[in-house]
């Protein structure tokens, strides 16, 4: 062997080092992004449907889907935001939410049961919430 070839191959292993210490990194970044709180996970659905104005206004004026398409994204739109919701119970029963998040929370789940079209989908999902949940969603004007 030359001394080129053992050159190579010690910066081959050199390489293989610095890869292998960049994918222990990144596998462990996105382990702890995996961990993230129920709440963030239900944040990030709820905020994808957020970007259905037409079906939220639907919802809102108590309107019939148009198809078995639409009411697929009704329902998860519904659960997505209930889901939020309940995750947010869980952190208040924890004592993780302040006041202000509390009240926040409270006329969340207010402003949504006060639609129309969400009844619907609601009853399906009560038997999954928390007592938390049930008694804010009973308290609706």
Same mark, same amino acid.
Request: aromatic share 8%; charged share 25%.
């Given at each position: 062997?030359?001394?080129?070839?053992? /050159?190579?191959?010690?910066?081959?292993?050199? /390489?293989?080092?610095?890869?292998?210490?960049?994918?222990? $990194?990144?596998?462990?970044?996105?382990?702890?992004?995996?961990?993230?709180? %129920?709440?963030?996970? =239900?944040?990030?659905?709820?905020?994808?449907?957020?970007?259905?104005?037409?079906?939220?206004?639907?919802?809102?004026? %108590?309107?019939?889907?148009?198809?078995?398409?639409?009411?697929?994204?009704?329902?998860?739109?519904? $659960?997505?935001? *209930?889901? %939020?919701?309940?995750?947010?119970?869980?952190?208040?029963? =924890?004592?993780? /939410?302040? @006041? $202000? @998040?509390?009240? =926040?929370? @409270? @006329?969340?789940?207010?402003?949504?049961? =006060?639609?129309?079209?969400?009844?619907?989908?609601?009853?399906?999902?009560?038997?999954? *919430?928390?007592?938390?949940? /049930?008694?804010?969603?009973?308290?609706?004007?």
């Amino acid at each position: 062997m030359s001394l080129i070839d053992l /050159l190579a191959a010690a910066f081959t292993i050199v /390489l293989f080092i610095i890869l292998a210490y960049k994918i222990y $990194n990144n596998t462990k970044q996105m382990r702890g992004t995996a961990k993230k709180s %129920g709440s963030g996970k =239900a944040d990030d659905m709820m905020h994808d449907f957020m970007d259905q104005p037409v079906l939220w206004a639907k919802l809102s004026k %108590g309107l019939e889907a148009s198809g078995p398409d639409e009411e697929l994204s009704m329902t998860l739109m519904v $659960n997505a935001a *209930f889901q %939020g919701f309940q995750a947010q119970c869980e952190e208040a029963d =924890a004592g993780t /939410l302040d @006041e $202000n @998040e509390i009240l =926040a929370l @409270e @006329e969340g789940v207010h402003r949504i049961c =006060a639609m129309p079209g969400v009844a619907k989908y609601l009853e399906d999902l009560k038997p999954d *919430f928390s007592q938390r949940l /049930l008694a804010i969603i009973d308290q609706t004007p």
